[in-house]
């Protein structure tokens, strides 16, 4: 029985493959059977024609590993199954070859149909509309905390980031310190920090952090910004440090310490700026990224947690997060603090 579903999720992933850069109408058998998924993937596949028409690129292929992220669950005639999907996505741009990565979670459910199986229900999930912290947990690598276990031990300081005594090592913004930092750690996280279910902003501070933004620490996690890790069983950190609609506020409104200053477009920003994301327009913040490189036409390429993403194109139009009401905040990180 095994052997029959598996052959089912290999057909599932190629196919997955193929949709990241085929937007054709789909020939031959599906071994997909959820209506309600495949018409939201018709919807994405042509916003995402669209979308590269508009950036006037080309898609040119996609590589897509699977993994399982834990045990199938598996009965006689259905198997659930979760999958981390690492995609890296080629195209082409005014003649230069771009190449963006990111982690898509999955949940299948795979049912026997007569005798063959299907993939009866696709669960895609879109953590970066998550817009407060979910928990955290011990840096594993992975979102979520495999063991079930919440184990708090703490703080988690990274002395080589820090420095001695946590001081700030200079008055400059090193900004490709920051951008190295967000390529090391895109796909993973630093076991020496806190990670986070929801842990995008977590992310782009400790990148800010690495660039040599200096801690802002008040002893208030509704002010300031600042991390300490857990001090015995107690979460020591700022809102600001772990949540977009909090960081999104603290960088509108500092004047000292990590200040930024908001800019009206995506091409007045420089590596090691911050881009933040109103899903719904509704004015809260859910998601956070830095940038760390450009394309061809000098646009923004991000890195991001919650879905891990490098080199990712800005306006994340090829997000399931992404709505027509989508708003964007764009800061320049101080050059000096």
Known sequence: MAEE???????????????????????????????????????????MARWYEERE?????????????????ETADEVEVDLQLHRKIYYNKAGVK?????????????????ADWVVETVTQKVPERSPVLAGAFPGSGLPGDPSGKMEKRGPYLNRDVLGT?????????????????ADDWWDGFNPEFAGFEVDCTNYI???????????NYTGKRESGWWYKGYVGSQESWSYS?????????????????????????PEQLELGD?????????GAYQHSTIVTAFDAGGMPLVNAHTVSSRHRYWDYKDSYAWTEKTKYRFFHIADRF
């Open 5 to 47: 579903w598996k052959n089912v999720l290999s057909t599932y992933i190629l196919q997955q493959n193929q949709d990241e850069v085929d937007y054709r109408p789909r020939g031959g058998p599906t071994v997909i059977t959820d209506l309600d998924y495949l018409m939201r993937r018709g919807e994405r596949k042509a916003r």
């Open 57 to 73: 690129a080309s898609p040119l292929r996609s590589e897509t590993k699977a993994k399982l992220v834990s045990e199938p669950v």
């Open 98 to 114: 771009h190449r963006e990565e990111r982690l898509d979670e999955q949940r299948l459910i795979l049912v026997r149909s007569g």
């Open 165 to 181: 005594g946590g001081v700030p090592k200079g008055p400059i913004y090193r900004r490709e310190d920051a951008v190295k930092y």
């Open 205 to 215: 501070s400790q990148c800010l952090f690495a660039g040599g933004a200096p801690i």
């Open 241 to 265: 440090w772990a949540v977009a609609g909090s960081l999104e506020r603290y960088l509108s409104t500092s004047r000292s310490a990590l200040r930024a200053e908001p800019v009206d477009r």
């Open 274 to 282: 911050v881009i933040i994301y109103d899903w719904d327009g509704d």
